[in-house]
């Protein structure tokens, strides 16, 4: 191939290229810079703002942070004149929780917890003279702890976990088998529901050494869920079943009663195979209160009108979540400061918002009209998106597609050596108008790998499902979700700005800018012509 030909056929790329860029667009995405993520995200993700964890103080900061600079940048507060989306969320907490032996008051968080989801409203006082001892609560072929037994009214005790046969070890716990796990310990308690005892006592040797996050996680406090009439039949349906964890100190002291051990009751139904149920004389009681108490939420929502009296009633969404899991009882670094959960993906949107307001400014916004809206509860269970796209501001089927920013400031293992990438999920779930917008929207201005490698319904960590994005696709609108995956420090203190890949922060939400542009300036919405089974349709 000869050098004119070259020359010829690089002009034309040149030429094409640049035909393909809009000037417009690489004009103002020059706010969305390195310089600016740092100071937003210098601010988000401060020790000061306690990791933001929904329902606290570090949160509604955050949240009033995000609504000032959505006022200073011009966008309007679409919901009533307002920035906030209030969120009617609650938590069920316990209070008033008493165990006691033979009229002896026990203390709790040491020798006994009780776990607040296994409580109805209302709570639970139970009393009893005597104790059943059940060893592992297993019915099963050959092998019955209740053989025997009328369970009916009775207070049982049992292994929290385990059987006759379980050998101990060391190596760590799959996901797989702690479901497994946690399953079968479903299905103990459901057992003695079912045939209508009246409270159970699960012997614990984790609570012979209780860290700090244990005694969090058994203080009490409920977490926070959606108050909707489907939560409040649920509530309303669970029926109380009493369920106490105790030490094997106090277990042993039960068992004192009748003459035996934890250990001692263990190594006989080990050594023989089979149960070692009986009957065990003392007084025992139990009782704890649980209430709903209010919790204060908000999603933050900027409006940017369109320019195009035709196509402003159409809106693109553009999220990310401000929220993050807050502190942390232990070690000498208390916060978990999310600065790439998801303070980076909020800096992203606040980022975006400058931009397109910017572009508005000087005659050239948008022609479709843009939400940009930071939701809270992601980390409880995308519970602000949830809620808005259940009480949505602006019409779904005027909702284009929603851009998801979720973690795109740091590099994953997989990119080490090359981290000029990032995740792209659900792209083409719906829609392939969509995917296609964002591949060019790359190819033209960004040039990053868009590794799909989790681009997929049955992916084993199933990102799809797992952030806000997925609260609009559910309702068949188009998503993309941005993410630069799981690191070290994912969900622990050391997610600090100072790891912070800023350069890279910039450029992945400057992918989201273009894709945007093309979004809200195009002739056409995307159209979804995928089922939600990926299927065409």
Do not use: C
Not at 470 to 479: E, L, R, S, T
């Amino acid at each position: 191939m000869n050098k004119q030909f070259l020359s010829a056929g690089l002009a034309l790329m040149l030429s094409l290229s640049a035909v393909a860029q809009d000037k417009n667009a690489i004009k103002f995405s020059a706010a969305i810079n390195k310089d600016n993520a740092y100071k937003h995200l210098s601010v988000l993700a401060s020790d000061e703002y306690e990791g933001r964890e929904t329902g606290k103080k570090g949160a509604w900061m955050a949240a009033d942070y995000i609504k000032k600079h959505f006022i200073n940048v011009g966008l309007k507060g679409p919901v009533n004149g307002d920035y906030f989306q209030p969120i009617d969320m609650v938590a069920y907490n316990l209070s008033k929780m008493a165990f006691s032996l033979n009229g002896q008051t026990k203390e709790y968080g040491k020798d006994f917890v009780i776990s607040s989801s296994t409580v109805a409203i209302g709570g639970f006082n139970f009393s009893t003279n005597e104790v059943v001892f059940a060893g592992y609560g297993l019915s099963q072929d050959g092998y019955n702890d209740y053989e025997g037994i009328d369970l009916t009214g009775k207070v049982i005790l049992i292994f929290a976990e385990g059987n006759p046969a379980m050998e101990t070890t060391s190596a760590p716990e799959t996901r797989a088998a702690r479901m497994k796990r946690m399953l079968a310990q479903q299905a103990r308690i459901q057992y003695m529901a079912d045939h209508k005892a009246l409270a159970v006592i699960q012997i614990d040797p984790a609570l012979d050494n209780m860290t700090p996050e244990m005694r969090e996680n058994y203080s009490g406090k409920g977490q926070p869920t959606l108050k909707t009439e489907g939560s409040i039949a649920k509530m309303k349906r669970m029926k109380s079943f009493p369920s106490v964890r105790i030490s094997t100190v106090l277990a042993n002291e039960i068992l004192k009663s009748a003459g035996t051990s934890v250990a001692a009751l263990q190594q006989k139904i080990k050594s023989t195979a089979k149960p070692a149920s009986q009957i065990i004389k003392i007084a025992v009681t139990g009782t704890a209160m649980k209430n709903e108490e209010k919790v204060r939420a908000e999603n933050v929502l900027g409006f940017l009108e369109g320019s195009d009296p035709k196509l402003k009633d159409e809106v693109l969404v553009i999220t990310g979540h401000y929220d993050h899991i807050g502190l942390t009882s232990s070690g000498t670094d208390k916060v978990n400061n999310g600065a790439d959960d998801d303070g980076s993906g909020t800096t992203g949107v606040l980022m975006l918002a400058d931009a397109f307001t910017k572009a508005k400014k000087a005659g050239k916004g948008p022609k479709r009209s843009i939400l940009f809206m930071t939701v809270v509860g992601e980390e409880k269970g995308l519970l602000g998106s949830e809620w808005y796209s259940e009480h949505p501001v602006f019409p779904l089927e005027k909702t284009i597609t929603d851009l998801n920013i979720d973690m795109i400031g740091r590099v994953d293992a997989a990119h080490e050596s090359d981290p000029n990438y990032i995740y792209i999920i659900g792209s083409d779930m719906l829609s392939s108008e969509l995917n296609a917008t964002g591949i060019k929207a790359n190819d033209d201005y960004v040039k990053m790998n868009l590794d799909m490698k989790h681009n997929n319904r049955t992916d084993p960590e199933q990102y799809y499902y797992r952030s806000d994005h997925y609260n609009f696709a559910k309702h068949n609108i188009p998503v993309i979700f941005y993410f630069n995956g799981i690191h070290a420090d994912y969900h622990q203190p050391g997610d600090e700005i100072s790891k912070i890949n800023f350069d890279m922060l910039a450029k992945r939400a400057q992918l989201v800018y273009f894709t945007a542009w093309e979004l809200a300036n195009g002739a056409k919405k995307p159209a979804v012509d995928k089922n939600e089974d990926g299927t065409r349709k």
